[in-house]
């Protein structure tokens, strides 16, 4: 599959790049001697210390190797929020299984932390987003921020995300739900995701972050679902168990709409009210230095 999104990538025209939007990859070492790449995509001509969007792509966490194979997606929301959009090249199942994506995304967030100076960014404001196997290692990404008490993020985007590898929930069982992915396709991800853990007891939320039950201590959460969608319910009861804990969580259930339909239909009336919606709150909670001051 993979290699057939590769191919598929080399047939599109190669758009020049926006002239707008100055382009840097960083390289953090790991522990055993190989690089997370953070791809960053900066409004040019900007000299002072800018908010951080760190990025985790969808691709249900095993595809999606080349953050620069959406460098549109990334330069709009860099501009449009007026921020430094952060790509996390997390690594991919099943060669690195859970956590490993999690732990790419926390050393990329203490990395933009401990070096805020040198790379012109407001630490008090890096918040944290993902899309459908995006979402896993962000909402875990979160969770070992708490964890290991390091400075909160200013914000968890989740857009229709894939957190539970149990799949128990009425909407992962719904045929109508199957538009874009079917259930053997999101099982087939979680298998290589967590290997023979998967749907087991004692799955860790790091690897499966709709196992957690303790979320007090997360940031300002934003999760959008919709209703033809196999990962519906899990989103939603997510925003629940947030808001049980006293953590403020916006929800929001698009109904006619199906998995990834922002990207499928960017251009309809549902997508731009969604686009409007999810981008006002990431500009009030990036924007927001007073809000976030002292965390």
Request: aromatic share 8%.
């Amino acid at each position: 599959m993979r290699a057939q999104l590769r191919a598929a990538a080399a047939q599109v025209p190669v758009s020049p790049p926006d002239p707008r939007v100055a382009i840097e990859t960083l390289r953090i070492p790991r522990e055993d001697g190989t690089a997370l790449e953070v791809v960053l995509y900066r409004p040019a001509g900007v000299t002072d210390d800018r908010p951080v969007l760190l990025w985790f792509h969808a691709g249900a966490q095993v595809l999606g190797d080349n953050a620069r194979d959406d460098d549109a997606y990334h330069t709009g929301l860099a501009l449009d929020l007026d921020c430094v959009l952060a790509a996390v090249v997390y690594r991919l199942a099943p060669e690195t299984p859970a956590p490993g994506a999690a732990e790419d995304g926390y050393l990329a967030y203490a990395h933009l932390v401990a070096h805020a100076d040198e790379l012109r960014i407001d630490p008090r404001r890096i918040g944290l987003a993902g899309a459908s196997g995006g979402g896993a290692p962000a909402a875990a990404t979160a969770l070992m921020v708490r964890d290991r008490h390091e400075q909160q993020p200013c914000l968890l985007g989740l857009l229709y995300p894939m957190l539970d590898d149990r799949l128990e929930t009425p909407s992962a069982f719904e045929i109508t739900a199957e538009v874009v992915i079917a259930r053997p396709d999101i099982q087939l991800a979680w298998a290589a995701v967590l290997g023979d853990r998967v749907g087991k007891d004692g799955v860790h939320p790091y690897a499966a972050p709709g196992r957690a039950t303790d979320l007090a201590g997360l940031p300002e959460t934003f999760v959008a679902v919709a209703q033809f969608d196999l990962l519906r319910d899990e989103g939603m009861e997510f925003a629940r168990s947030l808001n049980a804990a006293g953590v403020p969580a916006d929800l929001h259930l698009y109904a006619r709409a199906f998995h990834a339909w922002d990207r499928f239909a960017p251009h309809s009336a549902l997508s731009r009210g969604f686009e409007r919606t999810w981008r006002d709150f990431l500009q009030r909670n990036l924007q927001s230095v007073y809000q976030h001051a002292g965390r």
